[in-house]
Structure formats: structure tokens, C-alpha cells
């Protein structure tokens, strides 16, 4: 799924390279082909493969034939798919490869064909050929985004009527939280948040990358502000609801740009507090109208791309205001992604059945 910038799952083709001639006379083999290999490193996303390679084909190298100089062909060149850590690798169909969980894991997709030999009359095979589909592991469906005193976890805990579980992954050392949404229907939504690690850091001294690397395993992101501001420490200016989101953004930016572009809502907390609504109705018109309001931020807060969110929600996380509206707006978020993925997969199978049946006219 590609959401504006950001990729969660790629597509892509891989063939092993075709085994060389053998050489009848002289009883020589042919080399056999390469292996496609993925393999996963560090500073690697999705996006950046899709980006460096538009054709989306990995083809490993064949091999040589057989020859008076060289009775035994050699093998063909290995081709590597450099890949985040974290990823699952599948079929076209669904079945699972692999996981490549560490830096280094190696995962072969796609097998070289053998040489031609004596057993095959000397005639080469091809290289096993199939589609492959790379998914970054998620660890939630929604990212909670926000300042340490924006209420998150008791947002968290009032949405998900339960206590958050502190969850483990084999392929990251973050322990974020997660909630889990309960809906009539026995639909869940998990909503995850790291918990006391941008406490202390300055704001545009940046986060600290691990809890951005939870958001970009989340499909949304849920931005949560005070309505009515906050201050961090009491040497650090007071903030508005607006500019708690223009720095988040910029925050999300810094650290990969593509992030500003996922499905986001923006949660407005704390409207039990004394001149929430009038604060509410400020901020409604200063996110119709960021450009005018931005003036307000020195120029490296300001983000070069305003988030767009799909519903504003005030609620009380306090006396639960709100909070039913809120999972109705996350649940509609969340089904409109997944209707929008399903198209795009019916879309590439019908092309894909398209281009088999011309094959064999």
C-alpha cells in the first residue's frame, strides 16, 4: 500500500539466472545460474528500493557454458535485494517465505537453474521465476504521535477499556504499548504508544529515533494535543494546540519526510478543561488556514508540508467525551484504507491473469 509517499509493501519480480550449456563431446557441464537473495540492512526502507529500482525486476546472472577451456561453466552471479529489517516476505498469493527480523538475515526467493549436464543431455534449465511481495511487520494499526503531556496513555486506556499490554518483537527493541479497540461487530483496531521516551527532549532538538520508529510501523497515525496547549519545562515557551501540531509535523519530517504523507486523524484532549471550546473553535480556524498562523513559529519549526487530517476529534479522555465518536472515526479511517488496499490487489491480479492469458493466445 502506498500512501502518498510512504510504502508498507512492495511487489516485486525475481528470476534466477539460466544454467549454461553443457558440452556433449567432452562431457562438460554448465555453470549454474544465480540465486536471487533478499537480504536485510540497516537504513534501508521500502520506499527506497522503489525508488532506485522502477522496474521492480531482480535478475540473477546465468551461467557459463561449457568449453574446451573451461569443461566446468562457471556459476552465475547471486543477485541481492537489499531490504529493511523487519519485513516479512511472501508470495503473490499470501504464503510466507520468510522473515527477515536482523540486520544480515538472508532469505533465497528465487533458485538459479542448473547447468546442462550429462543427466540432462546437456541442455540447461531456466531459473525458478516468481512474484514477491516484501511487507514491513507492523506492530499496530494506528500510531499514537504526541507531546508527553497530551494525555496519550490515558486516551489509550479509555479507549481500549482495558490496560494496554506492553508488547515484544523479535525485530525491533521498541516495547511499545498497545490497546486494543473492541467493536460489536468483533472487529479489532490496535493502537500502539512508546511511553516516557520524549520526556526531557527538547522539541526541535528532535524526539530521539526510537519513538519515531514506531509510527512508521503503525498503517495511521493519531495525533493527540492539549486544547489548550501545554509548556514542557518552565524554561521552554508555552505552545498552542496549533503549534503542539506544526512541531509534531515537523518532528515526523525530520526524521523521514515520506511519514507526513500516512493517513493521520488529530485527537483534541482535555475538552473538560475551562475555555476548551473557545480554544477548539481557535484551533479549527488556524488548521483551515495554516499558512496565516505559521507566522507564529520560528522558520525551522514550521514543516514544509501541513498534515491533512481525515477528522479533528475533541474528546475528554478524563470523563470519556467524545471517546465513541472517536473510535467510530478510527474504524472508518481504517476500513477506507483497507477497501482502497483490496482494489489495488484485485486490480494487479486481473493485469497479471491479462498478461498470462496473451502469453498463451
Not at 157 to 182: D, H, R, V
Request: proline share 4%; with cysteine; glycine share 10%.
Amino acid at each position: 500500500m502506498v500512501y502518498g509517499n510512504f510504502v508498507d509493501n512492495l511487489r516485486l519480480y525475481a528470476r534466477g539466472g539460466s544454467g549454461g550449456m553443457g558440452l556433449p563431446r567432452l562431457g562438460g557441464r554448465g555453470g549454474n545460474g544465480g540465486d536471487v537473495w533478499v537480504v536485510a540492512t540497516k537504513n534501508i526502507t521500502l520506499k527506497r528500493i522503489k525508488d532506485k529500482y522502477p522496474h521492480k525486476r531482480f535478475v540473477a546472472g546465468a551461467g557459463a557454458n561449457s568449453s574446451v577451456h573451461a569443461l566446468r561453466g562457471e556459476r552465475g552471479e547471486d543477485k541481492e535485494i537489499l531490504a529493511p529489517v523487519g519485513i516479512t516476505v511472501t508470495t503473490d498469493d499470501g504464503k510466507v517465505i520468510g522473515d527477515l527480523n536482523a540486520d544480515g538475515d538472508r532469505l533465497m526467493v528465487a533458485k538459479g537453474g542448473p547447468g546442462g549436464s550429462f543427466h540432462s543431455g546437456f541442455e540447461p534449465r531456466k531459473g525458478k521465476a516468481k512474484h514477491i511481495r516484501l511487507d514491513l511487520k507492523l506492530i499496530a494499526d494506528l500510531g499514537l504521535v504526541g507531546f508527553p503531556n497530551a494525555g496519550k496513555s490515558s486516551l489509550l486506556t479509555a479507549l481500549s477499556n482495558a490496560t494496554p499490554q506492553i508488547a515484544n518483537y523479535a525485530f525491533t527493541t521498541l516495547k511499545p504499548e498497545i490497546g486494543k479497540l473492541m467493536y460489536s461487530d468483533h472487529k479489532q483496531i490496535s493502537v500502539a504508544d512508546l511511553p516516557g521516551l520524549i520526556e526531557g527532549a527538547h522539541m526541535n532538538k528532535g524526539m530521539g529515533h526510537k519513538f519515531l520508529k514506531h509510527v512508521e510501523r503503525t498503517k495511521q497515525l493519531l495525533f493527540v494535543v492539549d486544547v489548550c496547549g501545554f509548556q514542557l519545562a518552565s524554561k521552554t515557551p508555552f505552545r498552542s494546540a496549533f503549534e503542539a501540531v506544526q512541531l509534531l509535523t515537523k518532528e515526523l519530517e525530520l526524521y523521514k519526510e515520506e511519514l507526513v504523507s500516512k493517513p493521520a486523524l488529530l485527537v483534541v484532549n482535555k475538552m473538560d478543561l475551562p475555555d476548551a471550546e473557545d480554544k477548539l473553535a481557535e484551533l479549527t480556524e488556524q488548521l483551515q488556514n495554516p499558512d496565516e498562523f505559521c507566522d507564529l513559529l520560528p522558520d525551522d519549526m514550521i514543516p514544509k508540508n501541513y498534515m491533512t487530517f481525515r477528522h479533528v476529534v475533541p474528546v475528554s479522555a478524563a470523563n470519556g467525551f467524545g471517546m465513541e465518536h472517536l473510535k467510530t472515526c478510527i474504524r472508518e479511517s481504517i476500513d477506507e484504507d483497507a477497501e482502497m488496499t483490496s482494489k489495488a490487489t484485485h486490480q494487479h491480479r486481473l493485469q497479471a491473469l491479462r498478461l498470462h492469458s496473451l502469453k498463451h493466445m
